[in-house]
């Protein structure tokens, strides 16, 4: 194993920038549409992945994918009807669970991070 294609991959910006956009601007809408694309690709990508089967072909972590596609929508639903709080604070949470939480998972033993890092 090799940290090569970790340490060619680039910054993660397109979450990091909402913060600091303006928020209802065409930029912060067009970020804010490919993140919420980007995310759900991430989540429905995890139903391939079938490794751990805790319950049948299922996972934890497939209960995450399916929290965060619910919050993803939750979160369109509050934009869309003008809830502009409830819709940041879903995607604030969204965003610190995709980079704490999941980000915490991928070290659990016998998973592809945990091997780079602890060999």
Request: hydrophobic letters at 55%.
């Amino acid at each position: 194993m090799t940290l090569a294609p970790l340490l060619a991959a680039g910054p993660v910006v397109i979450g990091g920038a909402q913060f600091v956009l303006r928020r209802g601007t065409t930029g912060h809408r067009a970020l804010g549409y490919a993140w919420v694309a980007l995310l759900a690709g991430v989540a429905l990508s995890s139903f391939g992945i079938n490794g751990l089967r805790q319950v049948g072909p299922f996972s934890w972590i497939h209960a995450i994918s399916l929290a965060t596609l619910a919050a993803l929508g939750v979160a369109i639903g509050h934009a869309r009807a003008g809830r502009v709080a409830a819709h940041r604070w879903t995607m604030v949470g969204l965003y610190d669970g995709a980079l704490v939480i999941a980000g915490v998972f991928t070290l659990v033993p016998e998973r592809i991070m945990h091997r780079v890092l602890f060999g």
